[in-house]
């Protein structure tokens, strides 16, 4: 695996809503490029056709749903959640991807949702094998919504 002598730190976002997380990831160096379709080209008297390329998934894209789905599973939403707000935790990983510490950095305002998301990243340790073709980082920040 690559390492970066500066701290690697990916931002993923998951917004969870009914239970499902959508990432969307900050152009960074392990940012994912090529993925989705291509510009169409527009059909001509020339006889052109429309095609549309997808990109295979990338690995990047691969731990980072397989990671949301590891989450997500043990998040209990509490009866007395009002609104979307948002709770950011940053989560110190080892080399083996084990979590070894979750610190709060937002409360989403309610203790309860903040406890859950707590307890749920922790018994989601080991996160899936991080991609071999980006540098390993020391931690990740992650940040939950309960649902619009």
Same mark, same amino acid.
């Given at each position: 695996?690559?390492?970066?002598?500066?701290?690697?730190?990916?931002?993923?976002?998951?917004?969870?809503?009914?239970?499902?997380?959508?990432?969307?990831?900050?152009?960074?160096?392990?940012?994912?490029?090529?993925?989705?379709?291509?510009?169409?080209?527009?059909?001509?008297?020339?006889?052109?056709?429309?095609?549309?390329?997808?990109?295979?998934?990338?690995?990047?894209?691969?731990?980072?749903?397989?990671?949301?789905?590891?989450?997500?599973?043990?998040?209990?939403?509490?009866?007395?959640?009002?609104?979307?707000?948002?709770?950011?935790?940053?989560?110190?990983?080892?080399?083996?991807?084990?979590?070894?510490?979750?610190?709060?950095?937002?409360?989403?305002?309610? &203790?309860?949702?903040?406890?859950?998301?707590?307890?749920?990243?922790?018994? &989601?340790?080991?996160?899936?094998?991080?991609?071999?073709?980006?540098?390993?980082?020391?931690?990740?920040?992650?940040?939950?919504?309960?649902?619009?």
């Amino acid at each position: 695996m690559k390492s970066s002598p500066v701290l690697a730190l990916i931002t993923l976002t998951a917004s969870l809503l009914a239970g499902c997380t959508t990432p969307t990831i900050p152009q960074t160096p392990a940012s994912i490029e090529g993925v989705g379709t291509a510009p169409k080209q527009t059909p001509t008297d020339t006889g052109l056709k429309t095609e549309i390329i997808v990109a295979p998934e990338s690995e990047l894209t691969q731990f980072i749903t397989a990671t949301q789905l590891k989450i997500k599973r043990h998040i209990k939403i509490p009866k007395n959640m009002k609104g979307n707000p948002e709770a950011v935790f940053f989560v110190t990983l080892s080399p083996a991807m084990k979590v070894l510490k979750v610190e709060r950095k937002k409360s989403s305002g309610n &203790a309860a949702y903040d406890k859950s998301v707590q307890n749920a990243i922790l018994k &989601a340790s080991p996160f899936p094998p991080w991609p071999a073709s980006e540098p390993l980082p020391s931690g990740l920040m992650l940040k939950f919504r309960p649902g619009a």
